[in-house]
């Protein structure tokens, strides 16, 4: 036989190797090799590829030991196969040398279960779902400050409508004081010609209170509340009437106490008797306190 075409010889190698090592032996022949589990590898000779030349030290010999070398080839592979597949999670090859079929299925089956799209992964990653590599579009805005505009008031709270993305503990939303001024309950305290009804200056405890002499039924309250947690809040106790947080914003770092954070609160008090109202500090101190209708 001819062969001058050194791919045609590998793959003509391949072909044969893979086709003999389902063969087994039952007597030795003229060529015999085992493998470490028993299989043995007979041959009642040798095949012989000739390239044409004088020289037979050029001619490929294929023998038992070939088929040997082959078998033992296929088979490490297939189990570093198995061994990186079962590092998977949703993966589990239990046989001691896997098929080909059960092979390909595990790396079919890797991505079982993914269904996430661009818009869940962030701008810029990559992800393995189902059979396509995708990368995604998420806004990235960790440890950044991201603006917006979009506030409104929901009863007794303020919602802020942000930019779609991902957040973690150090973004920030910043909303303009401009804006915030302009919410229908700031903006009727900051227009309305109401007049200061009490005030008190900061507190030694945790309590202190202003008296509505004016005897205003409805009215609002302003309350500064000073701590080194910028946790601390104020809550207040109108008897006969009710009251309501309708502000809490915390704006930085009190100049008078180093330090420490300043909580601003507003709180809308209705059926407001005449008489004493109390204002409790949670943790820290009241700075101020103006009651205004």
Do not use: W
Not at 172 to 180: A, G, Q, R
Not at 197 to 206: C, T
């Amino acid at each position: 036989m001819n062969i001058n075409n050194s791919n045609v010889i590998t793959a003509i190698l391949c072909t044969v190797a893979l086709s003999a090592a389902s063969f087994y032996s039952g007597y030795a022949a003229a060529s015999e090799r085992s493998t470490a589990d028993g299989i043995r590898y007979n041959s009642q000779g040798k095949i012989v590829f000739d390239n044409s030349t004088e020289d037979s030290a050029d001619d490929v010999i294929f023998d038992a030991g070939d088929f040997l070398t082959i078998d033992k080839m296929v088979t490490d592979g297939k189990i570093n196969l198995k061994t990186e597949l079962n590092k998977y999670d949703n993966i589990e090859i239990n046989d001691d040398i896997p098929g080909f079929n059960m092979l390909a299925e595990a790396i079919g089956a890797l991505s079982d279960g993914t269904d996430a799209a661009a818009e869940n992964i962030l701008s810029g990653k990559k992800a393995l779902v189902g059979k396509s590599i995708i990368t995604g579009s998420m806004a990235d805005h960790s440890g950044t400050s991201t603006s917006t505009s979009q506030i409104k008031e929901n009863g007794s709270t303020a919602e802020i409508t942000i930019p779609g993305g991902y957040y973690d503990e150090d973004s920030k939303i910043t909303v303009p004081i401009d804006v915030i001024k302009k919410l229908p309950a700031i903006e009727d305290i900051l227009n309305s010609s109401m007049t200061v009804l009490a005030s008190n200056g900061a507190n030694s405890g945790r309590t202190f209170t202003l008296n509505n002499g004016a005897a205003r039924t409805k009215a609002y309250l302003v309350v500064e509340v000073v701590d080194d947690d910028s946790k601390s809040n104020a809550s207040v106790s109108v008897p006969g009437g009710s009251c309501s947080e309708i502000l809490n914003l915390e704006y930085g770092s009190s100049s008078s106490k180093s330090g420490y954070y300043t909580n601003f609160q507003v709180f809308e008090l209705i059926n407001l008797p005449a008489g004493i109202i109390t204002i409790n500090c949670d943790v820290g101190y009241g700075k101020c306190a103006v009651l205004i209708g």
